[in-house]
Nanobody, 120 residues
């Protein structure tokens, strides 16, 4: 298995927080191999194209889309082959399916994503 597995989504009220997780499981992904990749979280909002919202490089440099800057934090734990995204001050426009993948993304690695719905 080469796909990433996302979790942690759900229904959240505006202003609340969620933490998403993404695990690289299967024999394809060793810790050392995983650690060499820049990783990102991508959002596919309803009716829109999938967009990259947060990136963390192999050396831990983080970048964010303007829409989430100051509210979302991406992190990684290479020993667990896991990428996280802490989402604070959630807004209705954060609603969508969140995926993780390498940056740039690679087709075979797309998983099912995790749905986040922000609504009162």
């Amino acid at each position: 298995q080469v796909q990433f597995a996302e979790s942690g989504g759900g229904l959240a009220q505006p202003g609340s927080s969620l933490r998403l997780s993404c695990v690289a499981s299967g024999s394809y992904w060793s810790e050392s191999f995983f650690s060499t990749f820049s990783m990102g979280w991508y959002l596919q909002a309803p009716g829109k194209q999938r967009e990259l919202v947060a990136t963390i490089t192999s050396i831990g440099t983080m970048t964010y889309a303007d829409s989430v800057k100051g509210r979302f934090t991406i992190s990684r734990d290479n020993a667990k082959k896991t990428v996280y995204m802490h989402m604070n001050s959630l807004r209705p426009e954060d609603t969508g399916n969140y995926y993780c993948n390498t940056v740039p993304s690679q087709g075979p690695f797309w998983g099912q994503g995790t749905q986040v719905t922000v609504s009162s």
